[in-house]
Nanobody
Framework: QVQLVESGGGLVQAGGSLRLSCAAS????????MAWFRQAPGKEREFVAA????????HYADSVKGRFTISRDNAKNTVSLQMNSLKPEDTAVYYC???????????????WGQGTQVTVSS
C-alpha cells in the first residue's frame, strides 16, 4: 500500500516557476514508477511526466518537454516536479500517481494523491 500527498501548488504569473512535491508513505515506494498527471476543468486527466523506479529514466508529454523536470528521491520517499516557464494553459489540478509500469493514460496506475491546484495567470 502506498499513500501519496502532493504539495507546492499555488498561483503564479505566466513565465514563473513552481515546484510540486509528492510525499509517499509505504515501504514499497522505491519499487513503483511515479508519474504526474493534471486535469483542467472540463477536460480529461492528462499525462505530464513519469520516472522509472530504478533507472531514473524520464518521460514527458510534448507540451511540457523542456520546461518541466521530474525527479525522485527514494531515500526520502518523494517525487518532485519542477515547472518552469509556466503558461496559462498549464493551469490544472496536478496529481501524482504510482504504478508498476509507465503509461500515459491514468487507468493503470495503482495509487493517487488528492491533487494540488496550480493556477497560472496571464
Amino acid at each position: 500500500q502506498v499513500q501519496l500527498v502532493e504539495s507546492g501548488g499555488g498561483l503564479v504569473q505566466a513565465g514563473g516557476s513552481l515546484r510540486l512535491s509528492c510525499a509517499a508513505s509505504g515501504r514499497t515506494f522505491s519499487s513503483y514508477n511515479m508519474a504526474w498527471f493534471r486535469q483542467a476543468p472540463g477536460k480529461e486527466r492528462e499525462f505530464v511526466a513519469a520516472i522509472h523506479w530504478s533507472s531514473g529514466s524520464t518521460h514527458y508529454a510534448d507540451s511540457v518537454k523542456g520546461r518541466f523536470t521530474i525527479s525522485r528521491d527514494n531515500a526520502k520517499n518523494t517525487v518532485s516536479l519542477q515547472m518552469n516557464s509556466l503558461k496559462p494553459e498549464d493551469t490544472a489540478v496536478y496529481y501524482c500517481a504510482a504504478g508498476r509500469g509507465i503509461w500515459v493514460t491514468p487507468t493503470p496506475y495503482d495509487y493517487w494523491g488528492q491533487g494540488t491546484q496550480v493556477t497560472v495567470s496571464s
